[in-house]
């Protein structure tokens, strides 16, 4: 079965300070990796997409990262806002995807 | 990017009775849709996937004749949940992606069912 790993599990940061988020995978033939945010109580905002064959996709304060080969992704964020308060969660593409269990993230004023 | 509507948002149902859950792609024919569940505080676990006019293959542990999965269009799948029970309360969301079996298309999220059984 694969597996998808986010840490940490929760996060907690002074409004302003850019911050990473952590996601591994077991195995590296992936289609491709989603990040998504999720809000309490909410459905997913799909965030950024990467192929397999990129390296990072970037939109606004967000940058993602992928390294296949040894199943990993990031999610930087830049100048942490408390509106960027959430759980985010990465969502990899085995042809079915698989979720994460989730970074909830605090975003202190 | 492409909407995918779910219905009910959220729904209250006595225990024994059956609920029906829709994810429909609006802008673009879903070849194969996905149905996840959330428990509280959890995250989003794969219950099964659906490819247009076949059937649903299910996760291991997913009973299949609980959770009836019907694709029978190329812009709507539907979950039934039969004879619910308490312990099925929970956050169904719903995905459809424009590619078939193995595709790097992206895939789109409906905005989640919320069943509550008393």
């Known amino acids: 079965k694969q597996e998808v790993t986010q840490i940490p599990a929760a996060l907690s940061v002074p409004e302003g300070e850019n911050l990473v988020l952590n996601c591994s995978f077991t195995?590296?033939?992936?289609?491709?990796l989603q990040w998504f945010r999720q809000d309490p109580g909410k459905g997913l905002t799909s965030l950024l997409l990467?192929?397999?064959?990129?390296r990072e996709q970037t939109s606004g304060r967000l940058n993602a990262s992928l390294d296949k080969s040894s199943g990993r992704s990031t999610l930087y964020i830049a100048a942490s806002q408390p509106g960027d308060s959430a759980t985010y969660l990465c969502?990899?593409?085995?042809?079915?995807?698989?979720f994460g269990s989730g970074t909830k993230l605090n975003v202190k004023p | 990017g492409a909407v995918v509507s779910q219905h009910p948002s959220w729904v209250i149902c006595k225990s024994g009775t059956s609920v029906k859950i829709e994810c429909r792609s609006l802008?673009?024919?879903?070849?194969?849709m996905f149905w996840y569940r959330q428990f509280p505080k959890q995250s989003l676990m794969l219950m099964a996937t659906?490819?247009?006019?076949?059937?649903?293959?299910?996760e291991q542990g997913v009973e299949k004749d609980k959770f009836l999965i019907n694709h029978a269009s190329l812009t709507l799948s539907t979950l039934t949940v039969t004879s619910a029970h308490p312990e099925d309360s929970s956050f169904y969301i719903c995905?459809?992606?424009?590619?078939?079996?193995?595709?790097?298309?992206?895939?789109?999220f409906g905005q989640g069912t919320r069943l509550t059984v008393v």
């Open positions: 995905s459809a992606r424009a590619g078939g079996s193995g595709d790097s298309t992206e895939a789109f």
């Open positions: 195995d590296s033939a992936i289609y491709n």
């Open positions: 990467i192929q397999s064959s990129q």
């Open positions: 969502a990899v593409n085995f042809n079915k995807f698989y």
């Open positions: 802008d673009f024919q879903a070849t194969t």
């Open positions: 659906s490819n247009e006019g076949s059937k649903a293959t299910y």
